[in-house]
């Protein structure tokens, strides 16, 4: 069967504390969306795809996505994956670009946009005083910086920076510099042993 441009697809929520309260939503999403919420799942396994579209349910992240179920065409769907972006070790870091940071530690991560790491007062600004994610930068620019993959659900290349103790505590010092009190008193107490970078990249399908 020929691939649609969209599907009907019910939306409703997984997380156990809202599964009697969140309504179903009915929504006609376009295939393509559809799919890369399926690869962040099983990343560009053309045949489990398949499968997925002929079972017609997708579970991703805290949301339940269910469809009339089809058969589809493996080549159509090979088609249409080659469109999407493939992990590249080859491309470099590009700290402009970068707009996550997720810290990692013993404890749970920490997830740190780049909205409110940038924030400076007009103090700040007139001293030329660094930001949290300036140290951040400066940290995955001096430090050991990998490519780890890309990925779907963030459609971005990832990076993963090893941090040495006295850079971990460089960032520990410098969370006095975020933009929320609870995020300042994360970052500030965790003993933070590496760091996810996000870099987005977009698909070119469709």
């Given at each position: 069967m020929p691939?649609?441009?969209t599907v009907?697809?019910?939306?409703?929520?997984?997380?156990?504390?809202y599964?009697s309260?969140?309504p179903?939503?009915?929504q006609?999403?376009?295939?393509?969306?559809?799919?890369?919420?399926?690869l962040?799942v099983?990343?560009?396994?053309e045949?489990?795809i398949?499968?997925?579209l002929?079972?017609g349910?997708?579970v991703?992240g805290?949301?339940?996505?269910r469809w009339?179920?089809w058969?589809?065409d493996?080549e159509?769907?090979?088609?249409?994956l080659?469109?999407?972006p493939?992990p590249?070790?080859?491309?470099?870091f590009?700290?402009?670009q970068c707009?996550?940071a997720?810290l990692r530690?013993?404890?749970?991560?920490i997830?740190i946009?780049r909205d409110a790491?940038?924030?400076r007062s007009?103090?700040?600004?007139?001293?030329r005083?660094?930001?949290f994610w300036d140290?951040?930068?400066?940290?995955a620019?001096s430090?050991?910086?990998?490519?780890?993959g890309?990925s779907y659900?963030d459609?971005?290349?990832?990076?993963?920076?090893?941090?040495?103790?006295?850079a971990?505590q460089?960032?520990?010092?410098?969370?006095?510099?975020?933009r929320?009190?609870a995020?300042?008193?994360q970052a500030?107490?965790?003993?933070?042993e590496?760091?996810e970078l996000?870099v987005?990249?977009?698909?070119?399908?469709?």
């Open positions: 691939l649609p441009e009907r697809v019910k939306l409703s929520s997984e997380a156990a504390e599964v309260l969140t179903v939503v009915v006609e999403m376009p295939l393509l969306d559809l799919i890369e919420h399926m962040g099983t990343g560009k396994d045949a489990r398949c499968d997925l002929l079972r349910t997708l991703s805290a949301s339940r996505f009339t179920g058969e589809a493996a159509s769907v090979r088609a249409l080659d469109g999407f493939d590249d070790p080859t491309r470099p590009n700290a402009a707009v996550r997720v530690g013993p404890r749970q991560p997830t946009p790491a940038t924030r007009l103090v700040s600004v007139l001293l005083r660094k930001t140290h951040l930068m400066a940290a620019e430090g050991d910086l990998r490519y780890s890309y659900r459609r971005a290349d990832v990076y993963q920076l090893t941090l040495s103790a006295p971990a460089r960032l520990r010092d410098a969370a006095r510099l975020l929320y009190t995020l300042e008193a500030r107490n965790s003993l933070t590496s760091a996000y987005p990249r977009k698909r070119s399908a469709g």
